[in-house]
């Protein structure tokens, strides 16, 4: 769909945000996967991921694009208003942040947000602010965000809208609404309507992405790993 993502390793992702509505390009078939994410995209996913709810009041003053996504994310105590907060860059933990207060304003599981050894794994999760620590955590457990590599979160590093597509991607199967393919998500635990489950009988589908083509499996310590369906 994107001439500019063609041969970028987050091409997959972005294919999925795309086919399932939660992230689009711009003119002339560019998706921009370096440029940097406003706030202004950033709750317009997040509004998207929660199901594009009904607004019945604008309250937002200004005569721009995002008034519904910008009020939505007011009224839900998502984002502080300000005129001149939808142009802000955000960063890894504000997008953190926001994931996590949409996953328990969805009512998803958010049990691994407590799970606070997760977070010695890394150097600089002292770095980390305080009313984050539980966003920090219930990514990093599910493995939405997983660092840099070596062992670094980078909080207050920006965030591309690359990295936001794989964000969304792999968060979308816990606690989005899929606007294109609805009855294909939120599959109950231990049912599939895939055929044949994987031979190894220990793990468990969990769910599947249509998507992407890939079973989400629990293996027998609880924890979840990816495998493609083909």
Request: aromatic share 12%; with cysteine.
């Amino acid at each position: 769909y994107f001439d500019d993502a063609m041969d970028d390793m987050a091409y997959d992702n972005i294919d999925a945000v795309y086919e399932d509505g939660y992230m689009f390009g711009f003119s002339e078939g560019k998706f921009a996967p370096d440029n940097n994410v406003t706030f202004a995209e950033l709750v317009t996913v997040m509004y998207r991921l929660a199901g594009t709810p009904k607004v019945e009041e604008v309250s937002v003053s200004a005569d721009k694009w995002y008034l519904t996504e910008m009020t939505w994310g007011k009224s839900k105590g998502l984002i502080d208003y300000a005129e001149d907060l939808p142009e802000e860059i955000v960063t890894r933990e504000d997008t953190v942040k926001m994931l996590y207060n949409v996953a328990v304003l969805m009512e998803a599981d958010v049990s691994a947000a407590e799970d606070l050894s997760v977070l010695d794994w890394f150097h600089d999760s002292n770095d980390i602010s305080p009313d984050a620590t539980e966003a920090w955590c219930y990514v990093i457990k599910n493995k939405i965000i997983l660092g840099d590599g070596w062992a670094h979160l980078m909080g207050n590093d920006t965030l591309t809208r690359e990295q936001l597509s794989y964000i969304i991607a792999r968060s979308s199967y816990r606690i989005g609404v899929n606007l294109r393919n609805s009855e294909l998500w939120n599959i109950p635990k231990g049912e599939t309507e895939i055929t044949e489950q994987p031979e190894d009988s220990a793990v468990t589908v969990f769910s599947v992405d249509r998507i992407s083509n890939r079973y989400l499996i629990e293996n027998e310590k609880g924890e979840y790993i990816c495998t493609t369906s083909e």
